[in-house]
């Protein structure tokens, strides 16, 4: 599985981006995909995941509300739309795919070592 990561920039608080992440391989349309990210001096998290046909997601505590992820089989893709951005959400996204098959949890779905497969990394800064 490849995966592109694209979306990134820079905006101000408030302001909305949305990250795409392309992927390629038989196992993309078929596994969970999460978006995780990684502040400097931070541990990486997950922010958002999805399953393979989009009756399961997870949102972490601190993106609840305002992120919103999605997938589109046809087009290979799994999106990440970021609205009312805070600066505490400057960090690295990367796209990530599960390296099992059905995760049937929230839970599971969130957790790191479930995953696999990684894209090169989006930079996402929100200034105040």
């Known amino acids: 599985v490849q995966l592109q990561a694209s979306g990134g920039g820079l905006v101000q608080a408030g302001g909305s981006l949305r990250l795409s992440c392309a992927g390629s391989?038989?196992?993309?349309?078929?596994?969970?995909v999460a978006w995780f990210r990684q502040a400097s001096g931070k541990e990486r998290e997950c922010v958002a995941a999805?399953?393979?046909?989009?009756?399961?997601?997870y949102y972490g505590d601190s993106v609840k509300g305002r992120f919103t992820i999605s997938r589109d089989s046809g087009k290979n893709t799994v999106y990440l739309q970021m609205n009312r951005l805070k600066p505490e959400d400057t960090a690295v996204y990367y796209c990530a795919v599960a390296g099992v098959p059905l995760l049937t949890t929230a839970q599971a779905m969130a957790d790191i070592n479930e995953y696999d497969y990684w894209g090169q990394g989006t930079q996402v800064t929100v200034s105040s």
């Open positions: 391989g038989p196992t993309f349309n078929a596994y969970a």
């Open positions: 999805i399953n393979w046909n989009s009756d399961i997601t």
